[in-house]
C-alpha cells in the first residue's frame, strides 16, 4: 500500500499540473483529483511516468504523467527528437514515418508529432490516413528513415493509446535506445522545452498511395501456392477489420492476391475508435469474431478472418469435422503457418540448411519438434515483436528467415517488414484455405495431422489484472512468490526444469539434486518458466504494456490418429484444470 509520505509525493506531482503552461480542461481534472477523499485515481494517474514495455507506451487516455495526453506525447516526441539528433548527429538529413490506426485522439497525436520533429529540423513522412502498423516499419526501410513511430494500442480497449518507436531497421527499439530515449525524456523539465513551430511545416511530406502499393506488390512475392489460389479464387471469406486500419489494405491485398468472393461485416469496416459492435477490438477475444461468424454462416463462408485496430495481430475461425466454425487460438494459426512454409519450402527444394524460423518462449514447443523435423533452426525469443525482428537483424544476409511469430496472434512471413504483420497473414492464410481445398482437405484437418505427426498440445492464456496504482506491488509480491516457491508438480508431474530469465539461470531437478546452467538471452526479463516430465510447460510473466500477470499453460500428449482428438482435449482440460488449481488460479 502507498504511505502517506508517497501520497503527498504524487499530490505534489499532481499539483505541478495546475500551472499555467496546462489548458483550463486538464487543470480542472487535476483539480477534482485532488480533490477527491479516495487517491486511488490520482495515485493512478501520477504515481509514475510512462515508460517503454513490450510493445512501446501503452496507456489509458487521460491526464497525468502516467496517461496518454497531448502532454505526454509531446515529451517522447521531443526526447525521441533529442535522440535522433544526437545519434545521427553526422547526416545531414534525419528523417522519421509516422502512422497511427483508428482509436480516438490516434490522429491528433500523430499530428502534433509531426509538428514536434519538423521544429526540430527533422523530416517526416506521415501517412494520409490511418494504415496498418506493419506498413510503417516497411517504409522505414524502403525510404531509408532513422526512425519511425505509429500511434496506435493495438489490441487493447477503446480507453487506451500508445506509441510505438521503430528505428532504422523498422524494428521497435530495444535496448540501448528505449533507456537512451527515456534518459532524454526525462531529461526534459518543462513542458516549455517542447517545441512547436509552423515554420518548418514544409519538413512535413505526406505520404500517398504509392507506398502501399510497393507494399503489397512486394507482399504478393511470399505466396507460394498461386495454382491453389487459382482453383479456389471463389473460396467464401469473411473478413472483419474491427473497426481499425485493416480496412485500408487488406482487402485490396486479398483481391490482388486472386480471391475473388471476400464477404465483409458491413458495421465492423466502420472506422471508429469506441469499437461499438465489440466489447474489446481483439481478435484473442472470441466475442470480438462473433458478428463475423454469423456472417460467415449465413454466407456459407469457409473462412473467417479478424485483424486488429492496428493491423498487425490475425485471428481465425474455420469449420471442424461437423461443419461448425471453432476459433483458433494464436498458437494453432502460428503453427499451421510455419509447417506451411516449411513443407513449401522444401517443397520447392529451398531449404538448404541455412533457413530458421522464430517463436517467442511462451509459445508452443511444437513448433520446436516441427522445425527439428526438418532441420530448420529455430530461435527461441522473449514476448515482444522486437525480439524476434533482432533475430532477423543478427542474421541478415548470413541465413534465410521462412517466418516467425507468438501466440498472441502476431506473425511475419517477410523479411522485409520487421513487426508482426496481418496483411501479410491474412493473404497467406487464405492461400492455406485454398491448398488444403485443392488437397481435399480442410484447415481443421490440417492442423490435426500436424498434431498427429509432431505432437497433441493445448495451451491457455489467463491473465489477471490489477487496475489500481498498486497493482505492480501486487504483481511484483506475486512473482517474488512463485520464484522463491515454485511447485514441485504440476498435474503429478514432477517438475524436472526451472528457467528464471530474471536471474538468467536455468535449473536441472533430478533425483540426486539440482543443477545450474546459464541462460543465453541479450537481457533480462521477469519471466518464470516450469517444466515437467510429461512435457507440460508453465510460463509466468507480468505484462509490459498493460498492470496484469500473465500465466502461458501448455499441456501434451501423443495421439495417433483423427479420433483421438477429442480424447486428447479432454484429458488436456482436466489437467489444465489441475495446473490452475496448484497455482491458486
Known amino acids: 500500500m502507498y504511505s502517506l509520505k508517497n501520497i503527498n509525493i504524487v499530490r505534489n506531482k499532481a499539483s505541478m499540473w495546475l500551472s499555467s503552461e496546462y489548458d483550463e480542461n486538464t487543470r480542472k481534472v487535476v483539480r477534482m483529483l485532488l480533490e477527491k477523499e479516495d487517491p486511488t485515481e490520482l495515485i493512478d494517474a501520477f504515481f509514475k511516468n510512462l515508460e517503454f514495455g513490450t510493445g ?15 502532454y505526454t506525447v509531446g515529451l517522447i516526441t521531443q526526447g525521441l527528437a533529442n535522440y535522433l539528433k544526437n545519434k545521427f548527429a553526422y547526416l545531414l538529413k534525419i528523417s522519421v514515418v509516422i502512422g497511427y490506426d483508428s482509436r480516438n485522439n490516434s490522429k491528433l497525436f500523430a499530428d502534433q508529432s509531426a509538428e514536434i520533429f519538423s521544429a526540430n529540423g527533422i523530416h517526416v513522412h506521415i501517412f494520409s490516413s490511418l494504415r496498418p502498423t506493419p506498413e510503417i516499419s516497411y517504409a522505414i526501410r524502403y525510404l531509408g528513415c532513422q526512425s519511425g513511430i505509429c500511434i496506435t494500442a493495438s489490441h487493447n480497449s477503446k480507453e487506451y493509446n500508445g506509441y510505438k518507436i521503430y528505428w532504422n531497421d523498422g524494428a521497435q527499439v530495444i535496448g540501448p535506445h528505449d533507456k537512451n530515449i527515456l534518459e532524454e525524456i526525462n531529461r526534459i523539465t518543462s513542458i516549455k522545452d517542447i517545441k512547436y513551430s509552423n515554420k518548418e511545416c514544409s519538413l512535413i511530406k505526406i505520404l500517398g498511395n504509392k507506398i502501399d502499393e510497393k507494399y503489397i506488390k512486394d507482399l504478393l512475392s511470399i505466396l507460394v501456392s498461386p495454382e491453389a489460389v487459382n482453383q479456389h479464387k471463389n473460396i467464401k471469406i469473411v473478413y472483419t477489420p474491427i473497426h481499425g486500419a485493416g480496412i485500408t489494405l487488406i482487402p485490396k491485398a486479398l483481391a490482388l492476391s486472386g480471391f475473388e468472393n471476400i464477404i465483409y461485416v458491413a458495421e465492423q469496416n466502420v472506422i471508429n475508435g469506441d469499437f461499438p459492435t465489440v466489447k474489446s477490438p481483439n481478435p484473442e477475444e472470441p466475442s470480438a469474431l462473433l458478428l463475423a461468424i454469423e456472417k460467415a454462416k449465413i454466407s456459407n463462408a469457409d473462412l473467417v478472418m479478424a485483424s486488429d485496430p492496428d493491423a498487425d495481430r490475425m485471428g481465425a475461425a474455420v469449420r471442424d469435422e461437423k461443419g461448425e466454425f471453432v476459433i483458433l487460438n494464436g498458437n494453432q494459426i502460428l503453427l499451421i503457418f510455419i509447417y506451411y512454409l516449411i513443407i513449401q519450402w522444401e517443397k520447392h527444394g529451398k531449404l538448404t540448411g541455412n533457413e530458421y524460423v522464430v517463436k517467442t518462449i511462451v509459445s508452443t514447443e511444437t513448433i520446436r519438434i516441427l522445425a527439428d523435423a526438418h532441420n530448420v533452426q529455430l530461435y527461441d525469443v522473449y514476448t515482444g515483436f522486437k525480439w524476434i525482428a533482432e533475430v532477423m537483424r543478427l542474421n541478415e544476409g548470413k541465413k534465410t528467415f521462412i517466418g516467425g511469430g507468438e501466440e498472441s496472434y502476431g506473425f511475419l512471413a517477410e523479411d522485409f517488414v520487421r513487426d508482426k504483420d496481418a496483411v ?23 492442423l490435426q495431422e500436424i498434431y498427429i ?7 491457455i492464456c489467463v491473465s489477471v489484472t490489477k487496475k489500481n496504482g498498486f497493482g505492480e506491488q501486487i504483481i511484483s509480491s506475486m512473482m517474488k512468490n512463485y520464484r522463491n516457491n515454485p511447485p514441485i508438480k504440476l498435474a503429478d508431474s514432477m517438475v524436472i526444469l526451472i528457467k528464471d530469465f530474471l536471474q538468467l539461470i536455468e535449473i536441472h531437478i ?36 498493460e498492470p496484469k500477470i500473465k500465466f502461458y499453460i501448455e499441456v501434451r500428449s501423443r ?10 482435449e479432454a484429458v488436456a482440460d482436466v489437467k489444465i484444470k489441475s495446473i490452475l488449481k496448484s497455482l491458486n488460479l
Open 56 to 70: 512501446g507506451v501503452r496507456a489509458i487516455m487521460g491526464v497525468g504523467t502516467n496517461r496518454m495526453n497531448v
Open 510 to 545: 533430478t533425483n540426486n539434486g539440482k543443477n545450474f546452467k546459464k541462460l543465453s538471452m541479450p537481457t533480462t526479463s521477469n519471466i518464470l518458466q516450469y517444466f515437467t516430465e510429461d512435457g507440460t510447460k508453465v510460463s509466468i510473466r507480468p505484462s509490459g504494456t
Open 559 to 568: 495421439i495417433n490418429s483423427h479420433k483421438e482428438m477429442r480424447i486428447a
Open 453 to 459: 505427426k509432431y505432437s497433441y498440445s493445448k495451451e
Open 424 to 446: 501479410s497473414a491474412c493473404m497467406l492464410f487464405a492461400e492455406i484455405a485454398a491448398w488444403t481445398k485443392n488437397n481435399k482437405k480442410t484447415i481443421y484437418e490440417l
